[in-house]
C-alpha cells in the first residue's frame, strides 16, 4: 500500500484538523469517522487500502475533539463540525465523501451545503435523530455514553446547537448521488431512521443498502460497500 503523508488544517483562533492523506486520481475519497471514534478505524484503514489499490485520492481526518485533532468531545458543536468539513473539502476539491455514524450526518449536512464540493455521498449507519433528542441520551451529570463505553459531558451550548440543526429538511436538501447502508441488527440507530430518510432524499440518484445481520459499525461488509459507491454516478 502507498504510504500516507500528514494533512493540517488550520481553521484560526488555534483550532486545526489532523489527518492522513494519500496522493492519487480525483475525485478522492474524504472519510468522516463517528462520535468517540478516530480516523484511523477499521473502516477508514479498508478504504484507504481501497482507493491505494485503484490509484484514487484519499484523506481520513480526526473530526475537532476527537484523537489528534484540537477541541475537546462534548464541546465542539456539530455545526462546527460541518463548517470544518466544508472547509477540508474546499482545501482538497470535489470529493467523494463517507461518513459513518456521526460522520455521515456531518457529511449529509455538509454535501447539502457545498453540493459543488460532493461528487458522491455515502452514509454508513449514519447517526439520524440523534441532535434532535440529543437531551435524552445524557445520565444524572450531563454525561453522553457511547456504544463502547465512553463518557463525556455535553456542555449546554453544543445541545442548544444540536436542536438548530434542522435535520427534518435535511434529505430534501439532499442533490448529490447518495449511497446509503445501514445494518438490519444495528443497535444504536435503528434501520427504519435510515429508511425514512432515503425515501425523503431529492437526489435522483440514490440507493439503499440494508445488511442483514448487519450491525452499527459494517466493518465485515466493508469492501462490499466500496465497490457500491465506486458504481454510483458521479464516483469516477
Known sequence: MSSTRPFRLDLGNGEFVLGDELPGTAPGYLFLHGLGSVRKGEKSTSLLAHAAASGRAFLRIDLRGHGESSGRIGRTMVSELICDVIAVLDRIGP?????????????????????????????????????????????????????????????PEVLQDAKALDEEALPTRLSVPTLLVHGAADDVVAPRASERFFARIAAPHKQLWIVPGGDHRLNTVAEAIWQRLDAMPGAT
Not at 459543488?116 to 435524552?136: E, K, M, N, Q, S
Open 95 to 155: 470529493s467523494v465523501v463517507v461518513g459513518s455514524s456521526l460522520g455521515g450526518l456531518v457529511g449529509a449536512y455538509a454535501a447539502a451545503a457545498r453540493p459543488d464540493r460532493v461528487r458522491v455521498l455515502a452514509l454508513v449507519a449514519p447517526a439520524l435523530g440523534l441532535l434532535r433528542h440529543l437531551d435524552r441520551r445524557l445520565d444524572a451529570h450531563g454525561r453522553m455514553w457511547t456504544s463502547d463505553g465512553q463518557g463525556f459531558r455535553i456542555e
